[in-house]
């Protein structure tokens, strides 16, 4: 059963790298796209919103890699 766990894991770093990059830019699409519209924010300001948080990610993710 081990090789399963293995076979898994390859798959998974064949498209994720780091998985707090990758966890992080799905909670905030899923924060977007499901909360933000119910309060009664306009498309533009979802846009600029879903902009700055992917962004504020990134940079996030660079200073912490480019720590280790």
Do not use: N
């Not at 770093?13 to 990059?21: C, P, Q, T």
């Amino acid at each position: 059963m081990s090789w399963l766990k293995t076979i898994i894991a390859e798959v998974w770093g064949l498209f994720v790298d780091d998985g707090h990059f990758a966890i992080a830019i799905l909670l905030w699409l899923a924060l977007v796209g499901g909360l933000l519209p119910h309060l009664g924010i306009g498309p533009v300001w979802l846009g600029i919103i879903l902009f700055v948080g992917l962004a504020a990610i990134l940079i996030e993710s660079t200073v912490r890699r480019s720590r280790s």
